[in-house]
């Protein structure tokens, strides 16, 4: 994904991250997410009028919301509102930028629960097993064998044997790949862990809730500084006053109004 269609998913991921902060709403954002991931590829038309750019973004949008109100959670049916008012290259970007954003959500509920490592290894083990046992790969990968045979067959080899979030994702991998190839698919997962696992975290405290422009140049002037991506997590605080501050480990960048009057009074008092 290059171009327009990268730009806009990594806005998608800015707002994804807020929603992910804990696995209680990550999981089900995620599950939600590779539903409507799996409706955009099985359903061509409705990809092609949902990412048509010659159609105004809003009617778009309200075609989305009209699809999903009722069936899917308010954070769901909001995002994808904003995925379908977003640019895209090609009209699968839409659905690829879904579901890339549905495995974000599923590996941030591993994060939260501490199982990011071995989300990263059970996904890179479960692929080795594949490649070794050609039998097990066949009726993984045959598109004649049912869905529904794939998932019950998932289920008794790795139910409680590897992490929800595997099982998940290796599920999705097999039954939905999207036009990847299963080999493809769990590595891309495990590449998404793996991002994840070096990301820096910030917070930052702001008097005011920050645009998504306003987070992304954040975001990039923090990458450029520590020389890893960073995620913020951004929280309303009215005592910063404006500006804001940010923490990175033990670092604090303090560029808040009420820091600077409280230097200027201790200035003033000696």
């Not at 409705?46 to 809003?58: F, K, T, V, Y």
């Not at 954070?75 to 659905?95: C, E, F, K, M, Y």
């Not at 422009?213 to 890893?228: S, V």
């Amino acid at each position: 994904m290059r171009g327009i269609s990268r730009a806009s998913l990594s806005e998608l991921e800015e707002r994804l991250a807020p929603m992910t902060a804990s696995a209680a709403t990550a999981m089900p954002l995620g599950n939600e997410l590779l539903t409507v991931a799996g409706l955009l590829s099985s359903q061509p038309a409705l990809r092609r009028a949902l990412a048509d750019p010659s159609r105004p973004a809003e009617a778009r949008s309200a075609l989305a919301t009209s699809l999903l109100t009722g069936r899917v959670s308010e954070a769901t049916a909001s995002l994808v509102a904003a995925a379908v008012a977003a640019r895209w290259s090609l009209p699968g970007d839409l659905t690829d930028a879904v579901e890339q954003l549905a495995a974000e959500a599923i590996v941030a509920a591993a994060d939260a629960e501490g199982r990011l490592d071995e989300l990263e290894d059970e996904l890179f083990r479960f692929s080795r097993v594949v490649a070794s046992q050609p039998e097990l790969r066949i009726v993984l990968t045959n598109p004649f064998v049912s869905a529904d045979t794939k998932r019950a067959l998932l289920e008794h080899l790795l139910a409680g044997k590897v992490t929800p979030e595997a099982l998940r994702l290796i599920t999705e991998a097999t039954v939905s790949p999207l036009g990847r190839s299963l080999d493809v698919s769990l590595e891309h997962y495990a590449q998404l862990a793996a991002r994840r696992r070096e990301l820096l975290v910030a917070e930052v405290r702001a008097a005011v809730a920050l645009t998504s422009q306003q987070r992304a140049r954040l975001a990039a002037t923090l990458a450029t500084a520590y020389g890893h991506q960073v995620h913020l997590n951004v929280v309303l605080d009215p005592k910063v006053a404006g500006g804001m501050t940010v923490r990175v480990g033990d670092d604090l960048i303090d560029g808040s109004v009420a820091t600077r009057l409280a230097g200027a009074r201790r200035k003033l008092a000696s």
